[in-house]
């Protein structure tokens, strides 16, 4: 099988070390293996997303050396493929709207905590006339969809991972200022885009398995995964843009040479006392 991978982060700031490194390790994943690796765009936060900051994807991965295959694909231009997806739940049956807000979970004290945050307690889930003129999200009923999918399973490296997207409640797939959630979207895309392999951080792994029940939902391929370790500051915390990481374009203007950064982080070896972290 020709291999596929991609890398597909938001525009809502420039990229940092660990954005680096997850795109050095899937087009490296492709390279070797003489595949197809892909840039995906994925631009559908209308409330942060900025044209700066895709200018600025392109800029830092070809200063790395990463130069991508095929068409750039933008997900703001591919909101039909959402639609049709939530289109085809509604026919099972198997999705809702919803119009609590966070504050509404928050203040809900049958709200246990999933792996991303407060589990939604389920609140709108079978009302007889739900108010669809209220701004509302649309949310995956999981019990009932996994009953109709039943247990379903995905492949990490070579280690076989039963899905248990229980954990994150009715998760919700199109939000009320957004056409779809990442979980819908993600899926829909890397089955569109023929990705065979999706190469990202440890901190997508338990995602997963919302994505491999939304597979057997939508009758999608499931690639292959491989999640790979978070480059760690020196006190141990995962670098992210909400804590400040320096950005590609900061060591680009300090002068750090491109081709001795990346190799570097082929070999583990990171600037400023960072490191890779554990699983």
């Given at each position: ?109 049958s709200?246990?905590?999933g ?48 899905a ?56 999608l ?13 020196a ?6 843009k ?38």
């Amino acid at each position: 099988m020709h291999p596929v991978t991609r890398f597909a982060p938001s525009p809502t700031g420039r990229l940092h070390l660990g954005h680096a490194y997850s795109a050095l390790m899937a087009h490296d994943f492709a390279r070797e293996r003489e595949g197809t690796f892909l840039l995906r765009i994925e631009d559908i936060d209308p409330g942060r997303t900025r044209a700066a900051f895709v200018d600025g994807i392109f800029e830092d991965l070809l200063w790395l050396g990463l130069e991508w295959d095929g068409e750039l694909v933008y997900q703001s231009e591919r909101l039909d493929l959402y639609a049709a997806a939530l289109e085809t739940l509604k026919r099972q049956n198997l999705i809702y709207p919803c119009c609590c807000t966070r504050a509404d979970i928050a203040a809900s004290t049958s709200a246990p905590h999933g792996p991303e945050r407060q589990v939604y307690p389920g609140t709108c889930r079978g009302l007889a006339e739900p108010d669809l003129d209220r701004p509302h999200a649309w949310r995956l009923d999981v019990a009932k969809a996994m009953a109709r999918a039943g247990p379903l399973y995905w492949m990490d490296d070579h280690t076989e991972a039963q899905a248990e997207p229980e954990r994150f409640g009715d998760v919700v797939l199109a939000r009320k200022d957004a056409p779809a959630s990442y979980h819908l979207a993600v899926t829909v895309d890397d089955a569109a885009q023929g990705v065979t392999d999706v190469v990202r951080g440890r901190d997508l792994y338990a995602c997963t398995d919302v994505h491999r029940l939304l597979q057997a939902l939508l009758d999608l391929p499931t690639p292959a995964y491989h999640h790979h370790v978070l480059l760690a500051d020196a006190e141990g915390g995962r670098l992210a843009k909400r804590h400040g990481a320096p950005t590609i374009a900061d060591l680009r203007d300090q002068g750090m040479d491109p081709a001795e950064l990346v190799e570097g982080l082929r070999a583990g070896r990171l600037p400023f006392g960072y490191s890779l972290g554990r699983d």
